[in-house]
């Protein structure tokens, strides 16, 4: 029984490990008291058309150019 718990204990500690990793990328994700890090796209409401053609020129769609997400 002991076994198999320590296992588990050792899968678990491995996980939060990760996470601690990735949090550490995230400033502020960690906490939900702060407001999420702002994006610079973000205004999806009044941004160009995301099939329109790019406002810099590429002449590719604006979400396949600089709309795309990350
Ligand atoms: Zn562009």
Do not use: Q, T
Not at 6 to 30: C, I, Q, S, T, V
């Amino acid at each position: 029984m002991a076994k198999g718990e320590d296992r588990f204990e050792r899968r678990y500690e491995r996980n939060r490990e990760e996470k601690e990793r990735h949090r550490k990328n995230l400033p502020g994700a960690d906490d939900p008291a702060l407001p999420p890090p702002v994006e610079p796209i973000r205004n999806d409401a009044d941004a160009p058309g995301r099939n329109d053609p790019c406002p810099c020129g590429s002449g590719r769609k604006y979400k396949k150019c600089c709309g795309k997400p990350e």
